[in-house]
């Protein structure tokens, strides 16, 4: 389209006075411009971006709907009309003018950054990274396509990838506060904590009204258990966006470590109410609740927990079971996230076999001859998982037609429907679990070759060791009072990586047994279990393994213990004796403890010799 000269010239001067940040002066210059000639494309297109940057979308649209119209083949209108559309939640005509912009010029980085952040990234995850890899080829320093790159590739749980890639964002706009955030966050999750702190003070630092650097850092400090300061950056943050759901948390976490479940519950129920649709905010105030022994509540919100992004996708599963009659129904029980959580939701199956005509039971590959065995009747199948570790699937080709399940659910979200009560739980309440009997009289007989007195399973920590995670396990260290109790003797129950060196290194007086995988080999550990006198560990899928046999097991744990209700017991768990502390105490005085009340244990096991 051939313009007038002195439109040509306007048009520039208000570019000169836009690209100064002097934008209601450029308005009115790409407004006397229009006034000379209504059809100006670039006066249009220039006018419109100056009101989206003001913040008026919707003045923005139909004068950038009306350049476009104009000269429909200028990239840069089309990609500027996506922005203003996505900023209006349009996304679909969003889309549709970043592939034209894209059409017309297929290496507009611009278009492919913008192109790739507003992709769906849950159904387009492949996609979004292909246009925000090519953005950031076509110009290495594009902070927008390596700043939406990192956050795609935290959302697919690529922490290290998306640290690398919000680097190079910082790298091109060190003083992008939000920006800074976002590495912040993700070193945070990553539990790099010193990198993220200071990523997070600086982000605060450059923006005070950044809500997410003083959320985070609260985060953060609760990792490191340093409660009040941590309040005070959850308090900042509600200061600043009083419907921030997850500062709500953090309050209610902070609540929680420091003992009041009245002020926790009433934290997550603020967050649930300003985030009325997160799922990850309803399953804490769940957790929450059951601590204050909210039983209803509690596990109608832990439901939650199966409506997170992260949950699993069930491929081919029937509709869930909402609580209703199973007369004549065929049930699919399905395998939780962790082996932990299996082996002590499975507590429920015999409930839940009484209930329904038939059942179906999926389980982790260890679990499986397990539960055939302690579960009589009841067809069970190893999972079939695929999927990202962010998004994982399981598929249900594997059941048989003759057994086609009506209804399905979670092996957790039993607990809503057969533990309601207290009452309900405790009249569950015994061993659920059938070890081998071959294997358990071999686990007899190499338990009684260590000689006389008790003999004591233990482990004390997690499979997977991090700071956030270490706070809730003794270690072996504080467990030394323990392990020198006389006339007892300790056998590993420890699994993961790593525990053989532990032990060979503090020489602690533990005896292992041959050739038992205790990570891989649940049949073993089972039997092991219910060859032994008791057993000692933290909160972990040991205790549920314990407890499922018939064991004698001593918890230890930090409070609260939201299985506990309140009651300072496990109701339907009559062999586990909850030791209990407050998480900012350090564990030696409840070991001290243990050790005393195993030494009278073990006493009076020696006066009946």
């Given amino acids: 389209m051939t313009e007038p000269e002195s439109s040509v010239a306007s048009v520039e001067a208000g570019l000169a006075l836009h690209r100064a940040g002097r934008l209601h002066e450029a308005m009115a210059v790409y407004a006397q411009v229009l006034r000379a000639d209504k059809h100006q494309p670039a006066a249009l297109h220039w006018l419109a971006l100056a009101l989206h940057q003001l913040g008026d979308h919707a003045a923005a649209e139909p004068l950038m709907f009306a350049a476009v119209r104009l000269d429909p083949k200028v990239p840069g209108y089309r990609n500027n009309f996506g922005t203003i559309l996505r900023a209006l939640g349009q996304h679909e005509r969003a889309l549709a003018n970043f592939r034209e912009a894209l059409r017309w010029n297929p290496l507009y980085a611009d278009a492919r950054a913008n192109l790739g952040s507003a992709l769906p990234w849950s159904s387009h995850e492949r996609d979004a990274r292909h246009h925000l ?100 950056n959850f308090r900042c943050a509600t200061a600043i966006r009083p419907s921030y759901g997850a500062a709500w948390a953090g309050r209610a976490e902070v609540a929680a470590i420091e003992g009041d479940v009245d002020a926790a519950v009433g934290h997550a129920n603020q967050a649930v109410e300003v985030e009325p649709g997160n799922p990850q905010l309803q399953f804490r105030r769940g957790i929450h609740r059951l601590a204050a022994g909210d039983l209803a509540g509690g596990w109608a919100d832990h439901d939650a927990m199966w409506r997170k992004p992260n949950a699993v996708q069930r491929i081919g599963a029937p509709p869930r079971w909402t609580g209703d009659a199973l007369d004549g129904k065929i049930l699919l ?245 909850p030791f209990s502390k407050r998480q900012t105490d350090p564990w030696q005085p409840m070991t001290a403890q243990v050790a005393r009340e195993l030494g009278a244990w073990s006493d009076r096991v020696s006066s009946r010799v």
């Fill in 133 to 232: 890899r090519w953005a950031c080829l076509l110009e290495p320093a594009h902070g927008e396509g390596w700043a939406s790159l990192g956050a795609l590739e935290r959302m697919a749980g690529q922490l290290e990838r998306s640290i690398a890639a919000q680097g190079r964002a910082l790298a091109a706009q060190p003083l992008n506060a939000a920006w800074r955030l976002q590495a912040g966050s993700a070193l945070l999750e990553a539990e790099r904590l010193d990198a993220a702190r200071r990523h997070l003070i600086r982000a605060a630092m450059l923006d005070p009204g950044l809500a997410g650097a003083w959320n985070d850092l609260g985060y953060l400090l609760l990792t490191q258990v340093q409660t009040a300061s941590a309040d005070r």
């Fill in 333 to 577: 029980v399905a395998a939780d996230q962790g082996i932990g959580d299996e082996l002590l939701f499975s507590s429920c199956i015999p409930d839940a076999v009484r209930a329904a005509d038939r059942m179906v039971l999926e389980c982790d590959p260890r679990l499986e001859s397990l539960f055939r065995r302690s579960f009589p009747g009841v067809f069970v199948h190893r999972y079939v998982r695929g999927g990202t570790r962010s998004r994982p699937t399981q598929s249900y080709d594997w059941i048989p037609p003759d057994l086609s399940p009506d209804l399905m659910i979670e092996e957790g979200g039993l607990m809503r429907w057969f533990r309601g009560s207290v009452e309900a739980c405790d009249a569950a309440g015994g061993p659920w679990l059938v070890p081998d009997p071959v294997r358990a009289a071999a686990m007899r007989a190499a338990v009684s070759d260590l000689g006389p007195g008790l003999k004591i399973g233990i482990s004390w920590r997690s499979m997977r060791q991090t700071e956030a995670r270490n706070v809730h396990y003794p270690g072996l260290a504080a467990l030394a009072p323990v392990l020198a109790v006389p006339g007892v003797t300790f056998v590993c129950l420890q699994y993961g990586t790593g525990w053989q060196d532990e032990l060979r290194a503090s020489e602690a007086p533990i005896s292992v047994v041959p050739g038992l995988d205790t990570t891989a080999d649940i049949e073993g550990v089972a039997a092991l279990a219910a060859s032994l006198d008791g057993v000692i560990c933290p909160s972990s899928t040991i205790g549920w393994i314990g407890a499922g046999v018939g064991a004698p097991v001593w918890l230890l744990s930090n409070e609260p213990v939201f299985l506990e209700f309140g009651l300072k017991r496990l109701p339907g768990f009559p062999t586990i004796r």
